[in-house]
């Protein structure tokens, strides 16, 4: 429900930008350089050739661009899927709540 100008500003001074692949993604160039941005993928779609150009965006802009490579706990017909979100805490705990706990305002 937010306006793209509020979107704009939030990504602008995020630290780190997490979100499931997909056009949400599109607005990272508004971000300023060296954000930290987490994509979260399903493993269960044959199609992963097109999964470069996010990463590829990221890294244009100067941001640290990382997969999670999810097994969906639930798959859909329409392509959509449900995140396990216990185990993708975990990866986050493990990997990036030293990076929060510093960039803590």
Known sequence: GLSLADKIKLFRKAPLIVG????????????????????????HTPFTHHRVNI???SRIMGHEHHHYLSLPTKAYDDD??????????KFF????RDFLTLNQT
Do not use: C, M, Y
Not at 80 to 87: A, G, I, K, P, Q
Not at 93 to 96: A, C, E, H, I, V
């Open 20 to 43: 499931a692949h997909g056009a949400g993604f599109g607005i990272l160039p508004f971000a300023e350089p060296g954000r930290k941005v987490i994509e979260i993928l399903p493993v």
């Open 55 to 57: 990463p590829n965006l």
């Open 80 to 89: 959509s899927w449900e995140l396990n979100l216990d185990h993708f805490l």
């Open 93 to 96: 705990d493990g990997s990036f």
